[in-house]
Structure formats: C-alpha cells, structure tokens
C-alpha cells in the first residue's frame, strides 16, 4: 500500500520551455502533497506543499511564479517548471500523505535535465 | 548549526554486520521521527515511522528515539549488500508536518 507514482521519470528539454511533473497517490486519498528538490549527493529540500483545493504554501526562497503547483484531486498533484533554464535542472521529488500526522510516502522522482 | 545532523559517510561494513546509523538534533519541538531508505536515482522508501521517544522494530531494522539526547538510531541486523544505499533521517513538529531531512549516510555492504 501507500504507493505514491511519479511522471515523468526523465525530461531533458531546451531553455525557455515549460515542464511539467505529475505526482499520483495511486491506492489512498492524499490530502496533502510535498515537492522537494534535491541536488547531487544532498538532501532533499522542501520547495511547497499543497493540499488539495487550496493554493499551495511555499518555502521561502522559492518563486511562486516559476513552480506552479496544482493539487486539483486527492490522488494528483503538477508541479510546473515555467520557462525553465540550465539552473533549474535537479531532481525533483514529490511525496503524499494520507493526513498530517501519517509519513510522507515518496515518489521515484523526476530528473530534469535543462539544454 | 543545521537543525538535524547526520554523518554523510561512506560507511562501509561487510555482510552480516550490524550497522548503526544516527542522527542528533536541536530542535526540542520534533515529535515525529522517520527513517528513508533511497537508493540511486530513486525516491526515499519510508522504513521506520517513531513518535516520541522509545524504540521499534520492524523484520532487521530498529529505531531508537532519544528525546532528552535528542538522538535518533537505526539499527541493521544481518546486513545485506542489497541494503547498501543512502539512509536519510527526518524529523517533524507536530501541526505543521514539514520535514526537516538530514544529509544522509551512504551505506555500503560489502558481500
């Protein structure tokens, strides 16, 4: 149980285009959903969390108009890359829970690679 | 100082070791504590989920939860190359749920 699906898992892309990354909670309700964003060989840094018909929260530091996030269901979250450019190339990691006091069941992540 | 600290290592150990990994903490509010399992290019898998102090055991893996040292462990019994990958520790207060990610220890087990 608790399977959480990530799409894509690859995207590599030219500068200036948008992408965008499906995150589902495949056997489970998840009313709330987190985007992380990790670098090489360090730790996962949260950038939002969304719970599902609100707007999303947003860590500090990171544009809100460059991360669109829409968490339209309780099984589906996007997170939109707009106009994206070579520094934005990570790997990016969504998770899911079932509620707040429940752990945060992972994604296989997206690897974003930016031509 | 960062919130939570880990040992990034490489630590490795032959089969059939038991392995210790550890985290230590400043944040006296984290009352949820959680071990990751992530192997390359793949999303953490949830290991062990502890609230509030004490110990639990699931199969080889044990966590232990040290509040007033603000230490957490994990413990592998018989290890296994299979089990070589990164472990992440993370930690959350109650109401807001965010977790706070240490940098994780990779592990390698040596056949």
């Known amino acids: 149980g608790a399977v959480v699906s990530q799409h894509p898992s690859w995207v590599i892309c030219k500068s200036g285009t948008s992408v965008k990354i499906e995150c589902r909670s495949l056997d489970f309700q998840a009313t709330t959903m987190f985007w992380y964003r990790q670098f090489p060989k360090q730790s996962l840094m949260l950038m939002a969390t969304s719970n599902e018909g609100s707007k999303a929260t947003y860590e500090q530091g990171v544009e809100k108009d460059k991360f669109l996030i829409n968490h339209a269901s309780l099984t589906l979250s996007t997170l939109t890359v707009t106009s994206a450019h070579p520094e934005d190339s990570s790997f990016y990691i969504c998770?899911?829970?079932?509620?707040?006091?429940?752990?945060?069941?992972f994604g296989d992540g997206t690897r974003l690679s930016i031509l | 100082q960062k919130e939570v600290e880990q040992d990034p290592g490489p630590l490795s150990v032959p089969e059939g070791a038991i392995v210790s990994l550890n985290c230590t903490y400043s944040n006296s509010a984290f009352q949820y504590f959680m071990w990751y399992r992530q192997y390359s290019r793949k999303g953490p898998e949830l290991l062990m989920y502890t609230y509030s102090s004490g110990n639990k055991e699931d199969g080889r893996f044990t966590a232990q939860v040290d509040k007033s040292s603000k230490y957490i462990s994990l413990f592998i019994r018989d290890s296994q190359p299979s089990d070589s990958a990164t472990y992440l520790c993370?930690?959350?207060?109650?109401?807001?749920?965010?977790?706070?990610f240490g940098t994780g220890t990779r592990l390698k087990v040596l056949a």
């Open positions: 998770s899911a829970t079932l509620q707040g006091n429940q752990p945060q069941h």
């Open positions: 993370a930690m959350a207060t109650s109401g807001t749920y965010k977790y706070i």
